[in-house]
């Protein structure tokens, strides 16, 4: 199932289970910032290094402490198809299994994966997706 949005209910947060509890390998809180219109359909919700919301400490447990430059969800990808994007410097396909927004789990084997940066493609719309209206906090699980 390569390149499909792996989400389920549950799961994130509380204690022995996958994200959270303090078994993560990484956690980051990220507060959302916003981008583009609703005519355009080009809303992007999430963070971008310089450009649109902030994250808790930006570098990654995963990679030896390096950049995560953004991690959003965008409503108007090639094709014009939603997706979830993460983008760490220098990061390798490798080393953890979930990205876990909310109740949203993202598989890093069903990612599309190329230089450092991770692409979900999905089905969740502004109005479903995992971070939520501008300025609002979501805590990031990498298991």
Same mark, same amino acid.
């Given at each position: 199932?390569?390149?499909?949005?792996?989400?389920?209910?549950?799961?994130?947060?509380?204690?022995?289970?996958?994200?959270?509890?303090?078994?993560?390998?990484?956690?980051?809180?990220?507060?959302?910032?916003?981008?583009?219109?609703?005519?355009?359909?080009?809303?992007?919700?999430?963070?971008?290094?310089?450009?649109?919301?902030?994250?808790?400490?930006?570098?990654? =447990?995963?990679?030896?402490?390096?950049?995560?430059?953004?991690?959003? @969800?965008?409503? =108007?990808?090639?094709?014009?198809?939603?997706?979830?994007?993460?983008?760490?410097?220098? &990061?390798? =396909?490798?080393? @953890?299994?979930?990205?876990?927004?909310?109740?949203?789990?993202?598989?890093?084997?069903?990612?599309?994966?190329?230089? &450092?940066?991770?692409?979900?493609?999905?089905?969740?719309?502004?109005?479903?997706?995992?971070?939520?209206?501008? &300025?609002?906090?979501?805590?990031?699980?990498?298991?």
């Amino acid at each position: 199932m390569t390149g499909v949005l792996c989400m389920f209910t549950g799961g994130g947060g509380g204690g022995g289970g996958g994200g959270g509890g303090g078994s993560s390998l990484d956690t980051q809180s990220v507060t959302t910032g916003t981008s583009g219109t609703a005519g355009g359909l080009n809303r992007i919700r999430g963070y971008i290094s310089g450009s649109q919301g902030s994250i808790s400490d930006g570098t990654s =447990n995963l990679y030896a402490g390096a950049a995560i430059t953004s991690m959003f @969800w965008d409503e =108007n990808g090639s094709g014009g198809a939603q997706y979830y994007y993460l983008a760490i410097t220098g &990061g390798t =396909n490798s080393g @953890w299994s979930t990205m876990t927004i909310g109740t949203t789990v993202l598989a890093r084997t069903d990612a599309t994966f190329s230089s &450092g940066t991770w692409t979900w493609s999905t089905t969740d719309t502004v109005g479903t997706q995992a971070f939520g209206a501008n &300025g609002s906090v979501h805590t990031v699980y990498f298991d």
